[in-house]
């Protein structure tokens, strides 16, 4: 049979066989893809329990393989590339011009250079911009209908980080990913109702699952839509 877990923003797929066998074995495959063998009587919350504690070592071998796996060139940020805003995306321009501004024309990011700073320079800061204003806005609906659980987050801040969409600290900041930007709405709403999730529930339980599809039933698909758009 297969299932899953989740820990964190990351889906944990895996295989489980029962086998006559005494302990529980984890296999990391190049695919990569986790095999799961455990004793026979040993109930799926007891094998997910257990790989809720693996999972740690469970991703840094899968991220060992996928270090192999093909990526997706470098952005050279010149005319003609595209590049995703919302979730739509979109052909570069890069025009020389008296002033350093970026803005969005029909099916065109026009990036106006002075050539003072760098295109990418010019285009993150842009991003990092719209994100601010996008999130908050996105964000406030869902926090009002937190409420009812008598929960709220101190502050939205938007900071850079490089293996996660968002987090909660300990005392209610929630922390987005400026990169979701580049992603559908609802991607954004998905990364937002799972920090605030976790106003109420600090662990990844199965309450915390819960709340979560309760709040947002389809959140599983906006999850693999970030991951595939924006991994």
């Known amino acids: 049979m297969t299932s899953y877990i989740q820990f964190g923003s990351k889906r944990i797929d895996f295989k489980l066989e029962y086998s006559d066998r005494k302990s529980l074995g984890i296999t990391v495959t190049p695919d990569p893809f986790v095999v799961v063998k455990a004793p026979a009587g040993s109930s ?4 997910k329990n257990k790989l809720q504690n693996k999972a740690p070592w469970i ?3 899968r991220n060992y393989f996928l270090s192999f796996h093909p990526k ?5 940020y010149v005319s003609g590339e595209t590049h995703l805003y919302l979730g739509r995306q979109y052909r570069l321009r890069v025009v020389k011009g ?5 803005k969005l024309k029909g099916k065109f990011i026009e990036v106006v250079t002075t050539n003072k700073y760098p295109v990418k320079t010019l285009l993150n800061s842009w991003y990092l911009n719209h994100a601010k204003d996008k999130f908050t806005i996105i964000a406030l609906p869902l926090i009002e209908r937190f409420k009812k659980y008598k929960v709220e987050p101190t502050c939205i801040q938007i900071r850079e980080m490089s293996a996660r969409w968002g987090s909660c600290t300990p005392k209610g900041k929630i922390i987005l990913n400026p990169d979701l930007i580049r992603a559908p709405k609802a991607c954004i709403e998905y990364v937002v109702v799972h920090e605030l999730c976790h106003l109420v529930y ?4 199965q309450r915390f ?8 039933k389809d959140w599983e698909k906006w999850k693999q839509k970030l991951e595939k758009l924006l991994a």
Do not use: F, G
């Open 98 to 102: 008296s002033s350093d501004e970026v």
């Open 59 to 61: 991703i840094k071998q």
């Open 44 to 47: 799926l919350d007891q094998v």
């Open 209 to 216: 699952i819960d709340l979560q599809t309760r709040e947002m």
């Open 202 to 205: 600090h662990e990844h339980s």
């Open 72 to 76: 997706t060139p470098p952005r050279k």
